[in-house]
């Protein structure tokens, strides 16, 4: 596997490429296109925001829970039957939501996605760092790093057009040629380019991370209804996944190798991409909501909102990489954590009749310093691991994040609904992602000060 990127045939490597981030884009990009559509489907189907958020919060909660999978079967498997296995998952998800008739249809089908979702991230990423030389990881992070923060961007936008022109049903019927093309494409083109060795998947190790994680997630939402019953929810999932991670020591082959942790610069800079994403998520979470339920405009135009935004952060993260290979983190993360605080002053303050444009400003903002962090600290994280080590990070890093992202929807979700007024509850919840901001800030430095890297 270390002899990969000498030995493989470039035209090869850009077919590979291709296919890996346009299918990440498809999946990541559906993963919050519910966003904009949930106050329709929230009324359509008559449930509570706190059910209908869970269309999100889900998918995230799945990819979190099922990319610990991806190490053992990017090992256990050949890439091929992998990759086209992935795909297919993700078609047979996006029927069932082609032809959902209630909210629980509606959610198994992103659970099913979700499933794909989770695999196909991790895969693409170790598959790319494996594929490209050592010079080049900056760069390659780089392109992954745009791909996993321009897809959750852009959805919203996408599903706000959608939505309002067509029906949030179209979120799905649009996806399924486009992910049909991509596995015909995958069929016919895409190599087998290592061998698999004998690797036997601890079927415990799935079952408790599993109900760990879905316990520990779903306790958040209870609490706002059952205070009780939450709590239990809470210590019972954080003792299954205490469960998980002491026999994850234990086995000689682990579903999920946790001793990566123990490195420091993966442990702090996994950190600061947490915080980053917990913001991108949250914030892309919350301001269509209080476009549509405060300021009462049409799921087309809180997507448009989202636009600029978006489309800053895939021009920030399109240069970003490179930037990184000559000059290191330091700066640009400090320069993102810095703007993202700045973009939270109008966040913190909004109001029914604030301008469109400055909410359309302050998120555009907010997402530019999220590119400026976001794939250099994924890219500090793996500096210091040996080639056999990545896939179990990618797995690790991609599932811990995923988990926060959960985290971070559910709870911003749950604080805007504690004050009697949403507008209060809107500013509380920005105010959380002021408190990530400053957390990621500190993490970093405290990294910086600590590491051997640096760079004047």
Known sequence: MANISKTINPKLRTTITVLLLLSSFISLASQT?????????????????????????????????????????????????????????????????????????????????ACAGGILMSFQMTTMISIYPMEKRGTILGMSGLVIAFGPAIGPTLSGIIVNSLGW????????????????????????????????????????????AALTLASLTFFQTDIALGFVMLVVGLVILTLFIKRQLKLKDPMLNVRIVANPAFRRMTLVGIFAFMILLGTEQMVPIFAQNASHVSSTVSGMILLPGAIANALSAAIVGRLYDRFGPKYLITTGGILMLLASIPLVSLKPTTPLWIVTVAYMVRMIGNALVFSPAMSEAFIELDQAEISHATALNNSIRQAFGATSITLLIVVSGIPASFITGFHAAMWLTVVFAVLLLATFARYWQGSSRRNS
């Open 33 to 113: 296109m519910m966003v904009t559509a949930l106050p329709v489907i929230q009324r359509e189907m008559h449930v509570s925001l706190t059910l209908a958020q869970w269309l999100t919060t889900g998918y995230t909660l799945i990819i979190g829970v099922v990319t610990p999978l991806s190490s053992n079967m990017y090992e256990k498997f050949r890439n091929r039957s992998v990759f086209l296995g992935t795909i297919g998952t993700f078609v047979i998800g996006t029927l069932i939501g082609c032809v959902a008739h209630n909210f629980w249809f509606l959610l198994l089908a992103r659970l099913v996605q």
């Open 169 to 212: 049903r179209y979120i799905f019927i649009l996806v399924l040629p486009l992910m049909l093309l991509v596995l015909l494409i995958g069929f016919a083109t895409f190599p087998n380019f290592k061998e698999p060795r004998e690797l036997k998947i601890d079927v415990l190790s799935v079952f408790l991370s599993l109900i760990g």
